[in-house]
Protein backbone atom coordinates (compact mmCIF):
# COMPACT_ATOMS: atom_id res chain seq x y z
CA UNK A 1 0.00 0.00 0.00
CA UNK A 2 1.26 3.38 -1.16
CA UNK A 3 2.21 6.07 1.44
CA UNK A 4 -1.14 8.33 0.06
CA UNK A 5 -3.35 5.44 0.53
CA UNK A 6 -2.13 4.43 4.04
CA UNK A 7 -2.93 7.76 4.80
CA UNK A 8 -6.39 7.69 3.54
CA UNK A 9 -7.49 4.94 5.19
CA UNK A 10 -5.59 5.97 8.48
CA UNK A 11 -8.22 9.51 7.84
CA UNK A 12 -10.66 7.16 7.57
CA UNK A 13 -10.37 5.12 10.63
CA UNK A 14 -10.49 7.95 12.79
CA UNK A 15 -13.46 9.47 10.84
CA UNK A 16 -15.48 6.23 11.67
CA UNK A 17 -13.76 5.56 15.13
CA UNK A 18 -14.30 9.31 15.89
CA UNK A 19 -18.26 8.88 15.02
CA UNK A 20 -19.04 5.89 16.99
CA UNK A 21 -17.87 7.14 20.01
CA UNK A 22 -19.39 10.43 19.53
CA UNK A 23 -22.94 8.88 18.40
CA UNK A 24 -22.83 6.50 21.79
CA UNK A 25 -21.98 3.37 19.31
CA UNK A 26 -18.48 2.84 21.67
CA UNK A 27 -18.84 4.82 24.39
CA UNK A 28 -21.21 5.22 27.71
CA UNK A 29 -22.75 8.25 25.47
CA UNK A 30 -26.72 7.68 24.89
CA UNK A 31 -27.36 6.38 21.08
CA UNK A 32 -27.57 9.30 19.03
CA UNK A 33 -28.86 7.78 16.00
CA UNK A 34 -29.71 9.45 11.91
CA UNK A 35 -30.87 7.46 9.96
CA UNK A 36 -29.09 8.63 6.82
CA UNK A 37 -25.83 9.33 8.34
CA UNK A 38 -25.73 5.81 9.96
CA UNK A 39 -26.79 3.91 6.52
CA UNK A 40 -23.66 5.51 5.54
CA UNK A 41 -21.55 4.46 8.35
CA UNK A 42 -22.56 1.03 8.33
CA UNK A 43 -21.30 1.12 4.44
CA UNK A 44 -18.37 2.98 5.64
CA UNK A 45 -17.76 0.23 8.02
CA UNK A 46 -17.98 -3.02 6.15
CA UNK A 47 -15.35 -0.92 3.32
CA UNK A 48 -13.10 -0.62 5.92
CA UNK A 49 -13.80 -4.14 6.99
CA UNK A 50 -12.79 -5.29 3.40
CA UNK A 51 -9.90 -2.95 3.05
CA UNK A 52 -8.09 -4.16 6.17
CA UNK A 53 -9.44 -7.79 6.49
CA UNK A 54 -10.03 -6.53 10.41
CA UNK A 55 -13.25 -8.06 11.46
CA UNK A 56 -14.12 -5.83 13.87
CA UNK A 57 -15.34 -3.21 11.10
CA UNK A 58 -17.74 -5.46 10.71
CA UNK A 59 -18.79 -6.16 14.12
CA UNK A 60 -19.11 -2.50 14.92
CA UNK A 61 -21.65 -2.47 11.36
CA UNK A 62 -23.26 -5.25 12.89
CA UNK A 63 -23.72 -2.77 16.19
CA UNK A 64 -24.93 0.28 14.48
CA UNK A 65 -27.49 -2.01 12.65
CA UNK A 66 -28.92 -3.24 16.05
CA UNK A 67 -28.62 -0.12 18.18
CA UNK A 68 -30.73 1.78 14.40
CA UNK A 69 -33.38 -1.18 15.12
CA UNK A 70 -33.58 -0.24 18.76
CA UNK A 71 -33.90 3.31 18.84
CA UNK A 72 -35.19 4.32 15.79
CA UNK A 73 -37.50 1.35 14.53
CA UNK A 74 -39.75 2.30 18.15
CA UNK A 75 -41.19 5.30 19.19
CA UNK A 76 -39.42 8.21 21.05
CA UNK A 77 -39.11 8.52 24.90
CA UNK A 78 -41.35 11.40 24.59
CA UNK A 79 -44.04 10.37 22.16
CA UNK A 80 -47.36 8.94 23.40
CA UNK A 81 -46.53 5.85 22.33
CA UNK A 82 -44.32 3.49 23.08
CA UNK A 83 -42.89 -0.13 21.17
CA UNK A 84 -42.18 -0.93 17.95
CA UNK A 85 -43.51 1.52 15.36
CA UNK A 86 -45.05 -1.32 13.42
CA UNK A 87 -47.45 -2.02 16.24
CA UNK A 88 -45.93 -5.80 16.31
CA UNK A 89 -45.16 -7.23 20.01
CA UNK A 90 -41.71 -7.34 21.60
CA UNK A 91 -41.26 -10.68 20.07
CA UNK A 92 -42.28 -10.02 16.81
CA UNK A 93 -40.51 -6.63 16.66
CA UNK A 94 -37.41 -8.04 17.22
CA UNK A 95 -37.92 -10.61 14.13
CA UNK A 96 -39.10 -7.70 12.27
CA UNK A 97 -37.44 -4.35 13.23
CA UNK A 98 -38.33 -2.37 9.57
CA UNK A 99 -41.79 -3.94 9.79
CA UNK A 100 -43.62 -0.49 9.86
CA UNK A 101 -40.02 1.92 8.65
CA UNK A 102 -37.82 3.67 10.62
CA UNK A 103 -37.78 7.15 12.18
CA UNK A 104 -35.77 9.68 11.00
CA UNK A 105 -33.93 10.58 14.18
CA UNK A 106 -34.65 14.81 14.04
CA UNK A 107 -34.07 16.30 17.52
CA UNK A 108 -37.62 17.81 17.92
CA UNK A 109 -41.10 15.58 17.51
CA UNK A 110 -43.20 15.29 14.78
CA UNK A 111 -46.19 17.36 13.99
CA UNK A 112 -48.94 17.11 15.72
CA UNK A 113 -52.31 16.59 13.56
CA UNK A 114 -53.49 19.69 14.73
CA UNK A 115 -50.85 22.11 14.23
CA UNK A 116 -50.00 24.43 11.49
CA UNK A 117 -47.10 23.92 9.09
CA UNK A 118 -43.84 25.54 9.74
CA UNK A 119 -41.23 25.02 7.05
CA UNK A 120 -38.51 25.86 8.90
CA UNK A 121 -39.56 23.77 11.87
CA UNK A 122 -40.64 20.85 9.80
CA UNK A 123 -36.71 20.21 8.87
CA UNK A 124 -36.34 19.50 12.50
CA UNK A 125 -39.01 17.70 13.29
CA UNK A 126 -39.37 13.76 12.91
CA UNK A 127 -41.45 11.46 11.00
CA UNK A 128 -40.08 9.01 7.97
CA UNK A 129 -38.62 9.98 4.71
CA UNK A 130 -38.59 7.63 1.62
CA UNK A 131 -35.43 8.73 0.86
CA UNK A 132 -33.64 7.72 4.00
CA UNK A 133 -34.97 4.43 3.84
CA UNK A 134 -33.87 3.85 1.08
CA UNK A 135 -31.00 4.38 2.08
CA UNK A 136 -30.97 2.01 4.74
CA UNK A 137 -32.64 -0.60 2.45
CA UNK A 138 -29.34 -0.27 0.76
CA UNK A 139 -27.36 -0.26 3.86
CA UNK A 140 -28.86 -3.63 5.22
CA UNK A 141 -27.96 -5.04 1.62
CA UNK A 142 -25.06 -4.19 1.42
CA UNK A 143 -24.60 -6.23 5.54
CA UNK A 144 -26.10 -9.39 3.84
CA UNK A 145 -23.43 -9.12 0.66
CA UNK A 146 -20.48 -8.76 3.30
CA UNK A 147 -21.58 -11.42 5.90
CA UNK A 148 -23.38 -13.87 4.03
CA UNK A 149 -26.50 -13.43 6.22
CA UNK A 150 -29.95 -13.48 4.26
CA UNK A 151 -31.55 -12.25 7.20
CA UNK A 152 -30.39 -8.30 6.47
CA UNK A 153 -31.91 -8.39 3.22
CA UNK A 154 -35.14 -9.89 4.54
CA UNK A 155 -35.24 -6.66 6.74
CA UNK A 156 -34.59 -4.78 3.87
CA UNK A 157 -37.58 -6.13 1.93
CA UNK A 158 -40.05 -5.95 4.48
CA UNK A 159 -38.70 -2.16 4.86
CA UNK A 160 -39.17 -1.38 0.94
CA UNK A 161 -42.49 -3.36 1.23
CA UNK A 162 -43.60 -1.13 3.97
CA UNK A 163 -42.77 2.05 2.24
CA UNK A 164 -44.02 1.26 -0.79
CA UNK A 165 -47.50 1.04 0.68
CA UNK A 166 -47.55 3.75 2.46
CA UNK A 167 -45.39 6.56 0.65
CA UNK A 168 -47.47 5.76 -2.64
CA UNK A 169 -50.73 6.93 -3.46
CA UNK A 170 -52.88 6.86 -6.70
CA UNK A 171 -54.70 4.61 -9.03
CA UNK A 172 -52.95 1.91 -10.30
CA UNK A 173 -52.67 2.46 -14.05
CA UNK A 174 -54.54 5.94 -15.02
CA UNK A 175 -50.94 7.61 -14.65
CA UNK A 176 -51.58 9.59 -11.33
CA UNK A 177 -49.58 7.20 -9.33
CA UNK A 178 -47.30 9.24 -6.76
CA UNK A 179 -45.51 9.37 -3.87
CA UNK A 180 -45.38 11.58 -0.49
CA UNK A 181 -42.19 13.12 0.99
CA UNK A 182 -42.55 13.08 4.40
CA UNK A 183 -44.49 10.85 6.45
CA UNK A 184 -45.47 10.45 10.21
CA UNK A 185 -43.51 8.25 12.38
CA UNK A 186 -46.36 5.42 12.42
CA UNK A 187 -47.05 6.14 8.21
CA UNK A 188 -50.65 7.03 9.01
CA UNK A 189 -50.95 10.81 7.58
CA UNK A 190 -48.39 12.41 5.34
CA UNK A 191 -46.41 15.34 6.83
CA UNK A 192 -45.32 16.73 3.39
CA UNK A 193 -47.57 15.37 0.33
CA UNK A 194 -45.32 16.82 -2.10
CA UNK A 195 -43.43 14.16 -3.98
CA UNK A 196 -39.86 14.17 -3.87
CA UNK A 197 -38.06 14.11 -7.34
CA UNK A 198 -36.00 10.83 -7.55
CA UNK A 199 -37.74 8.49 -4.72
CA UNK A 200 -39.21 6.93 -7.21
CA UNK A 201 -35.86 5.94 -8.94
CA UNK A 202 -34.81 5.80 -5.54
CA UNK A 203 -37.31 3.02 -4.76
CA UNK A 204 -37.14 1.39 -8.43
CA UNK A 205 -33.02 0.97 -8.08
CA UNK A 206 -33.11 -0.19 -4.44
CA UNK A 207 -36.03 -2.72 -4.94
CA UNK A 208 -34.31 -4.40 -8.17
CA UNK A 209 -31.01 -4.74 -6.23
CA UNK A 210 -32.73 -5.99 -2.85
CA UNK A 211 -34.16 -8.64 -5.50
CA UNK A 212 -31.13 -9.28 -7.20
CA UNK A 213 -29.52 -9.83 -3.83
CA UNK A 214 -32.07 -12.43 -2.38
CA UNK A 215 -31.51 -14.37 -5.82
CA UNK A 216 -27.98 -15.09 -5.32
CA UNK A 217 -28.11 -15.71 -1.15
CA UNK A 218 -28.75 -18.96 -0.03
CA UNK A 219 -31.46 -19.02 2.41
CA UNK A 220 -32.91 -16.12 1.51
CA UNK A 221 -36.35 -17.54 0.42
CA UNK A 222 -39.42 -17.08 2.41
CA UNK A 223 -39.28 -13.18 2.47
CA UNK A 224 -41.48 -10.73 0.89
CA UNK A 225 -41.63 -10.03 -3.19
CA UNK A 226 -40.95 -6.53 -4.35
CA UNK A 227 -42.51 -7.56 -7.65
CA UNK A 228 -45.35 -5.47 -7.67
CA UNK A 229 -43.31 -2.50 -6.13
CA UNK A 230 -40.69 -2.60 -8.60
CA UNK A 231 -43.25 -2.67 -11.39
CA UNK A 232 -45.23 0.64 -9.42
CA UNK A 233 -41.48 3.05 -9.39
CA UNK A 234 -40.83 1.55 -12.98
CA UNK A 235 -44.01 3.46 -14.25
CA UNK A 236 -43.86 6.13 -12.14
CA UNK A 237 -39.85 6.71 -12.92
CA UNK A 238 -40.95 6.72 -16.73
CA UNK A 239 -43.01 9.60 -16.13
CA UNK A 240 -40.22 11.61 -13.59
CA UNK A 241 -37.66 13.77 -15.24
CA UNK A 242 -34.92 13.06 -13.97
CA UNK A 243 -32.94 16.03 -15.01
CA UNK A 244 -31.02 18.14 -11.98
CA UNK A 245 -28.50 20.54 -10.91
CA UNK A 246 -29.69 20.19 -7.01
CA UNK A 247 -25.98 19.03 -5.88
CA UNK A 248 -27.55 16.23 -3.49
CA UNK A 249 -29.79 14.96 -6.28
CA UNK A 250 -26.79 14.72 -8.96
CA UNK A 251 -25.04 12.57 -6.29
CA UNK A 252 -27.96 10.58 -6.71
CA UNK A 253 -28.07 10.55 -10.04
CA UNK A 254 -24.72 9.27 -10.22
CA UNK A 255 -24.71 6.58 -7.21
CA UNK A 256 -27.95 5.43 -8.65
CA UNK A 257 -26.02 4.95 -12.41
CA UNK A 258 -23.16 3.62 -10.24
CA UNK A 259 -25.78 1.02 -8.81
CA UNK A 260 -27.21 0.29 -11.93
CA UNK A 261 -24.47 -0.50 -14.05
CA UNK A 262 -23.46 -3.17 -11.32
CA UNK A 263 -26.78 -4.94 -11.74
CA UNK A 264 -26.21 -4.82 -14.91
CA UNK A 265 -23.15 -6.50 -14.80
CA UNK A 266 -24.67 -9.27 -12.46
CA UNK A 267 -27.36 -9.55 -14.67
CA UNK A 268 -29.65 -8.47 -12.34
CA UNK A 269 -30.62 -5.67 -14.70
CA UNK A 270 -32.06 -5.72 -18.42
CA UNK A 271 -32.86 -2.42 -19.25
CA UNK A 272 -30.28 -0.23 -20.18
CA UNK A 273 -32.32 2.88 -21.01
CA UNK A 274 -32.59 3.98 -17.64
CA UNK A 275 -28.93 3.83 -17.38
CA UNK A 276 -28.48 6.03 -20.14
CA UNK A 277 -31.26 8.52 -19.22
CA UNK A 278 -29.44 9.04 -15.28
CA UNK A 279 -26.23 9.72 -17.35
CA UNK A 280 -27.80 12.14 -19.74
CA UNK A 281 -29.46 14.09 -16.91
CA UNK A 282 -26.40 14.14 -14.54
CA UNK A 283 -24.25 14.86 -17.10
CA UNK A 284 -26.93 18.15 -17.85
CA UNK A 285 -27.01 18.86 -14.28
CA UNK A 286 -23.22 19.21 -13.89
CA UNK A 287 -23.20 21.62 -16.90
CA UNK A 288 -25.33 23.80 -15.40
CA UNK A 289 -24.33 23.54 -11.76
CA UNK A 290 -20.33 24.20 -13.32
CA UNK A 291 -21.50 27.53 -14.54
CA UNK A 292 -23.35 28.82 -11.06
Avoid at 49 to 71: F, K, P, W
Avoid at 131 to 138: A, E, I, N, Q, V
Amino acid sequence: MSRAAQIELESAISLMMGFAERTGLTSDRPPRRYLWTDAFAVCNLLGLARRTGEGRYTELALRLVDQVHLVLARYRADAPRTGWISGLDEREGELHPTAGGLRIGKELPERGPGEPFDERLEWDRDGQYFHYLTKWMHALDQVSCGTGDPRFNRWARELALAAHAAFAHGPYGGGGRRMVWKMSTDLSRPLIPSMGQHDPLDGLVTAVQLEATAALLPGSAGGPSLEKAVADFAAMTEATDLRTADPLGLGGLLTDACRVAQLVARGGWEDGRLLERLLEGAQEGLSVHARQ
